[in-house]
């Protein structure tokens, strides 16, 4: 349907061209004609938010009923984003993947944190949308390709007028979830209510030497003194052979998995897991990762086979360099000792991780 309704705005647009051959229009009046007319196409009830701005499906908006969003600086949303032509271009839902026929089971599908402010993270069509947006609200929303860009101006207006190339325009339908100013502490938060439901990890198995009272998450950093580890916690699985703090130079062995709080495998150097969890497994190479200690646990860094450094996030190298030898745990953190705000295929933005952690013997 929509192939159809661009074919057709394709030949209005030829027809109006044709009984107007007087009129000279620049590359950007036309892409907004274009822009113009194709939303026409699309929206039974379209509302321009401001001149040269992105239109929003007035029919059916629905801007919420929760807190406003306008003082919050993230906002975790579901989506799906369409092309000029329909095509699916993004989406956070499993059921649009699975469809298409692109669902992977290593990928994550599930709400996502957007910025509403950063124009280094969002993309300027859709901050202009969230004006007066409310927590639980939902809203369609055709952004013009001189908006589709992650940029920063006053007004649609000198976004267009910035604009040399005609972009890509796109089509979104969204629902906020929640909002929030403080990331770091709603992730933070978000760890604290994921042990308060599971005290003892639902993804892994203590061994016998832990007595019971040992075998359950305990937090770190709880009361701010400790701000490096506000928001990790940690559950022994085995207690170390020595109960000894090993020293600088130390160099160990680690046998990780790496998960999101849903349980969902992103990573791991086992191959018996990687099985169970990567279509891809047999691909790749699995064996202890080597992690060469340093004064601090900031300076811990892997080493490869080449003996090349590189370094880890800092939720990983915090929980190692407390453990001893022979030791199996697992570490939860929060976002910051994670990987922030950078969001790949596997994993979302400002995501809490969890990581199945044992030391193993040279």
């Not at 929060?334 to 994993?347: E, R, S």
Request: glycine share 6%.
């Amino acid at each position: 349907m929509l192939m159809k309704k661009t074919i057709y705005i394709f030949l209005s647009l030829l027809m109006l061209a044709s009984c107007a051959k007087t009129e000279t229009l620049s590359t950007n009046q036309k892409n907004k004609r274009f822009f113009d007319a194709w939303v026409s196409q699309m929206f039974r009830q379209p509302e321009e938010l401001e001149p040269y701005g992105p239109y929003m499906e007035k029919s059916g908006d629905n801007p919420g009923a929760g807190d406003p969003v306008d003082d919050s600086l993230f906002v975790r949303v579901r989506y799906t984003a369409w092309n000029v032509n329909g095509g699916i271009v993004a989406s956070s839902e499993e059921r649009m993947h699975r469809q298409l026929g692109d669902y992977d089971t290593t990928f994550y599908y599930g709400p996502v944190i957007w910025s509403t402010k950063d124009a280094a993270a969002t993309i300027a069509g859709l901050r202009m949308s969230f004006d007066d947006m409310h927590i639980g609200g939902k809203r369609k929303i055709a952004i013009p390709g001189w908006l589709n860009m992650l940029e920063d101006h006053n007004h649609a207006v000198d976004y267009f007028n910035s604009k040399t190339e005609p972009g890509d325009i796109r089509l979104y339908e969204y629902e906020i979830l929640d909002a929030t100013r403080d990331i770091t502490r709603w992730c933070v938060d978000s760890v604290a209510r994921f042990v308060a439901a599971h005290p003892v990890c639902p993804y892994a198995k203590s061994a016998a030497d832990v007595p019971s009272e040992d075998a359950r998450f305990v937090r770190c950093g709880a009361e701010t003194k400790d701000t490096t580890a506000l928001g990790f916690w940690y559950q022994s699985l085995k207690n170390p052979t020595v109960e000894k703090y090993m020293p600088v130079d130390t160099t160990v062995l680690v046998n990780y998995v790496g998960r999101l709080l849903n349980g969902q495998v992103f990573d791991t150097n086992i191959k018996d897991t990687a099985k169970k969890y990567d279509p891809k497994w047999s691909s790749k190479t699995y064996s202890p990762m080597k992690i060469k200690f340093g004064k601090d646990y900031t300076d811990l860094r892997a080493i490869s086979s080449n003996n090349t450094e590189s370094s880890l996030i800092r939720g990983f190298t915090y929980a190692v360099r407390h453990m001893g030898p022979d030791e199996w745990g697992v570490a939860l953190f929060h976002q910051g000792m994670g990987y922030a705000g950078t969001a790949a295929d596997k994993i979302p933005a400002y995501c809490p991780l969890m990581f199945e952690l044992r030391l193993v013997k040279q």
